[in-house]
């Protein structure tokens, strides 16, 4: 067995290393490099076989990553080629090479070599700032390969340049990699610039909108009057697959129940008095697109049954027609209303909640996430400003306070229109508090029967807390509540 010391490396080596140098540092997918490297290493040494193993990142085990002529599961165990060599180049850190390991020592008792008619084997460890990060193997069986003492300090001198260039794709990948994940979390946080907010809750929300956006799974939007619920279906339709496709709202509680069908599925020319001419409906209209089914709930039981068809079947029945017209149309669907108290109560179809449920987005009021409205209150500043031409640059201290005492009952387009009216009120290049009109300040602690008793705990902790200056501990001993409790809540509920 001889060790590589003295490096002497013919003229044509040091040319071909030349052009492998600027080859394999331009290749930047680590998979491709690997492969590269290995077929440049058989072919300069004229060898059979060979594979490349590298150290595991999280594991720190030396995996297989390229191969050639030998089976990925014999690499694994090594069975097929001299375990020893390997294991000597690891430990030792420095090349080894056999001319004919039959006559080599070192392999008199290696079964492998013997079973496998193993002739020459080269192995250099593939080392960055004398770490060991790899090893690179080849052998030939049958006769002997091209190897020499040049050989071994071509291949050395070869694999310092791999290690390099290996080390250098990894890099690459992972910063990729990671500039993917920065990339999709920024997307997720910007892509729906026109629903601002950074809460807890409205986090959550941008994060399962952002799993919906490029499908066409049905989405049920629920929320109180006001918190946003068409601005989140026209979000997800104009930043989704179908962006360039047509988007139909209906407010189905605006549109009289003896209209809604012919409204909703058109009809043909005779089907009832004044149907002069066949007219598409507002479903076939948003055909490839989507249609945003606004207060679903108000929808009657007896049209309902077709509802359902139409979202189970992608086919709708015009008034008066006698053929099934075939709609490639997303449903996004909203209410204010507790869908799952309409079932119970017998006002809505039970099969129909389900095939709607299928993606719930749950849009929380404004008092719960009082976080945003510093931002929410900015953005419509804002866009306010500009419409009527005034210089007004952000709010007192003591405006925003007032806009946090506020109780929002009727949620952001409550908020939006108090900054509309406050922007047309102000003189000055900031909004004071006199610009800010608002109806009578709602007493948040008073606690009236109907109440959810989520709403009756917030209340009652947020009142605790403001009477103990935010002390949480003297909040929960008050309450008779454990202070885990109280965190839990505090930053549930943003107080």
Request: aromatic share 6%.
């Amino acid at each position: 067995m001889a060790a590589a010391n003295a490096v002497n490396i013919p003229d044509q080596y040091l040319e071909a290393l030349v052009e492998i140098s600027r080859e394999i540092n331009s290749i930047q997918e680590s998979g491709i490099l690997l492969e590269r490297t290995l077929e440049i290493a058989l072919k300069q040494l004229a060898a059979e076989r060979g594979f490349i193993l590298l150290t595991d990142s999280e594991s720190g085990e030396m995996q297989p990553r390229a191969s050639r002529n030998i089976d990925s599961a014999s690499i694994s165990d090594i069975s097929e080629i001299s375990n020893s060599s390997v294991q000597k180049v690891m430990t030792e850190k420095r090349p080894m090479l056999t001319f004919d390991t039959l006559s080599d020592e070192e392999f008199d008792r290696t079964q492998s070599v013997v079973l496998h008619k193993i002739s020459s084997i080269a192995c250099v460890p593939l080392l960055l700032k004398g770490e060991l990060i790899g090893v690179i193997y080849i052998d030939s069986r049958g006769q002997k390969a091209a190897f020499n003492r040049q050989s071994i300090d071509f291949l050395s001198a070869f694999a310092n340049q791999a290690a390099v260039a290996i080390q250098n794709a990894r890099l690459m990948e992972s910063l990729r990699r990671e500039n993917k994940l920065l990339r999709e979390e920024f997307q997720r946080m910007h892509a729906f610039k026109e629903i601002v907010g950074s809460s807890k809750s409205m986090t959550a929300v941008f994060q399962l909108m952002s799993k919906v956006v490029n499908n066409s799974t049905t989405v049920l939007v629920v929320g109180e009057t006001g918190t946003g619920k068409e601005m989140v279906a026209r979000a997800i339709h104009y930043n989704g697959i179908r962006k360039d496709k047509p988007f139909v709202a209906v407010n189905c509680a605006a549109i009289p129940d003896n209209l809604l069908e012919s409204e909703l599925y058109g009809y043909k020319k005779g089907a009832f008095t004044g149907a002069t001419s066949d007219k598409s409906g507002l479903i076939e209209t948003a055909n490839h697109g989507t249609i945003f089914l606004d207060e679903i709930s108000e929808i009657p039981l007896n049209l309902q049954a077709k509802l359902l068809r139409f979202l189970q079947e992608k086919e709708i029945m015009p008034v008066g027609g006698t053929e099934q017209i075939a709609v490639d149309v997303r449903v996004i669907a909203a209410s204010n209303r507790d869908l799952a108290e309409e079932v119970r109560e017998g006002r809505l179809r039970e099969d129909l909640y389900y095939r709607l449920n299928i993606i719930p987005i749950q849009l929380p009021p404004l008092r719960e996430r009082k976080k945003d409205i510093p931002l929410l209150a900015q953005h419509f500043l804002e866009k306010h400003r500009k419409a009527v031409g005034k210089e007004i640059k952000a709010f007192q201290h003591d405006a925003l306070e007032k806009l946090l005492e506020y109780g929002w009952a009727g949620n952001v387009r409550e908020l939006e229109n108090v900054i509309e009216r406050a922007v047309v009120m102000a003189s000055h290049d900031h909004i004071v508090p006199d610009d800010i009109m608002l109806r009578e300040l709602q007493d948040e602690s008073r606690i009236d029967a109907g109440m959810k008793l989520d709403d009756i705990s917030r209340v009652l902790l947020e009142k605790t807390l403001r009477a103990f200056e935010g002390n949480k501990t003297k909040t929960a001993e008050a309450m008779g509540v454990s202070l885990r409790w109280v965190h839990y809540k505090s930053k549930e509920w943003d107080l």
